[in-house]
């Protein structure tokens, strides 16, 4: 019997291996995560407001825990073999109408279909897609199925909450009230995932390839640096004037995602790479994988969104004809989002070379404390001028990183090329032989 049922389930749902990459359905996941970042920062940016930046951040969390759990059955199994491909192809549906109805998640705007309802069904979907894989797989070990039917509880209340949090408050007489309500059951329902996650799902963090995980999340830190470089060509407006401001704008907009980038890419992103490949037991793996990449790329990704949608409300203002050469005043509410944004996309760089490495990296937290020493004063001037101190501090905090990095950074990037041509040395060997 069990002979009999092996075929089968390796047709349906084939493992991984320690060597696995990132499949091209993984990359078409990704696509709609381009068109999400865009979206929640192109509708918010319309109505900027404490509230509406919250629920930015809600809505972004939301996507990163969807986003994370596909990647977690990425790396368990093949994703573009056997019943994969559908089930993917089913979870970038559900996710595109996810995010196409995040304008109406929080209120109905009008439209055929309730928003709220139709936003916490698609993230039901996707989560119980996500889960389903694991339990086929672990169906047959009587303690993991005994776990699963637990994680199953737990975006089965989130879905609840959401659409509670959608249709509660609207009927509430007071607004204050409501949409406090509101955005403590969003949090509430974000808690339950997160801490049901931690809890239950430690399996699942369980990295089987560390070449496939580190590859996952460089690829969506790629995402959101492309949602600022998008924001940077469109601006707020699908279209920006081709003025002395705006290409001011535009140059030292891309000079501070290019130090963003270095900031993660240049050295980062190797050595977490190399030493989760050098993790042996399961307790390191797990806080790697956990700590080091689920939850501390989330404030790097979130640094990047956040620096894209001031970047937008600096762009409109440089575009716009009855606006001083350079610029009004920041203001403290942008400038916050602009210079917080980089400042959280540092510290959360900063945050894995600690938990990675257990290396305290005092030049990038310097940078952050440069930052904010600057603030109070630069949210004064015109918005180009602080637009070039941020360009300025953000850059030479981010080079300063790298000259200081005394060998480090050398024997990091040396052995990551030897690795890259020892691959393709092997792969050429294969091709030679088999094609």
């Known amino acids: ?12 749902i084939r493992s991984a291996a320690p060597g696995s990459r990132t499949t091209r359905l993984e990359l078409f ?57 559908l089930i993917g192809v089913v979870t970038v549906a559900a996710t595109f109408l996810l995010v196409l109805s995040t304008p109406s998640a929080f209120a109905n705007s009008g439209g055929w279909l309730p928003g709220p309802l139709v936003f ?47 249709t509660l408050p609207g009927r509430l007489p007071q607004e204050r009230f409501a949409v406090g309500l509101q955005l403590a059951l969003w949090t509430l329902a974000l808690l339950v995932e997160y801490v049901a996650g931690t809890v239950l799902g430690q ?13 996952r999340h460089a690829l969506i830190v790629l995402v959101a640096l492309g949602e600022s470089i998008i924001a940077l060509g469109l601006g707020p407006k699908r279209g920006l004037p081709l003025t ?14 290019a130090a963003l980038w270095w900031a993660y890419f240049d050295t980062l992103a190797f050595a977490m790479e190399q030493v989760l490949h050098q993790a042996r037991d399961r307790a390191t793996r797990l806080r790697l994988a956990r700590t080091a990449y689920t939850f501390l790329h989330l404030p790097i990704v979130a640094g990047i969104i956040l620096y894209a949608l001031g970047l937008k409300d600096l762009l409109a203002e440089a575009a ?44 990038l937290l310097t940078t952050v404390g440069a930052l904010t020493a600057v603030a109070p004063f630069v ?15 953000t850059g030479a905090g981010v080079a300063w990183e790298t000259r200081g990095e005394n060998g480090h950074r050398r024997r990091v990037r040396q052995l990551a090329l030897e690795e890259q041509i020892a691959a393709e040395a092997e792969q050429s060997h294969w091709r030679q032989q088999h094609l």
């Open 1 to 12: 019997m069990g002979n009999g049922s092996e075929p089968r389930r390796s047709w349906i």
């Open 29 to 85: 996941y990704d696509l709609v995560f381009v068109f999400a970042f865009l979206n929640v920062t192109t509708l918010t940016a319309s109505e900027l407001t404490p509230a509406n930046l919250y629920r930015l951040l809600l809505v972004l969390a939301l996507l990163w825990w969807s986003w994370t759990g596909f990647a977690r059955m990425g790396n368990a199994f093949r994703a573009d073999q056997g019943m994969l491909p």
């Open 379 to 393: 949210f004064r001037v015109p918005e180009l001028v602080a637009l070039i101190v941020l360009a300025v501090v």
């Open 320 to 363: 716009d004809p009855h606006t001083p050469a350079w610029g009004l005043p920041l203001g403290d509410f942008w400038g916050a989002i602009l210079f917080g944004g980089v400042a959280l996309h540092l510290l959360g760089v900063a945050g894995c070379w600690w938990v990675a490495l257990r290396e305290i990296h005092w030049r």
């Open 120 to 166: 916490a069904a698609c993230y039901f979907v996707i989560r119980t897609a996500q889960l389903t894989v694991f339990a086929w797989a672990d169906r047959a070990d009587p303690a993991r199925r005994r776990g699963l039917r637990m994680r199953f509880l737990a975006p089965t209340v989130a879905t609840a909450l959401l659409v509670v949090a959608g």
């Open 244 to 257: 002395g401001p705006v290409a001011i704008a535009a140059l030292l907009g891309i000079t501070v995602v």
């Open 203 to 215: 399996q699942w963090w369980v990295v089987l390839s560390a070449g496939h995980w580190a590859e």
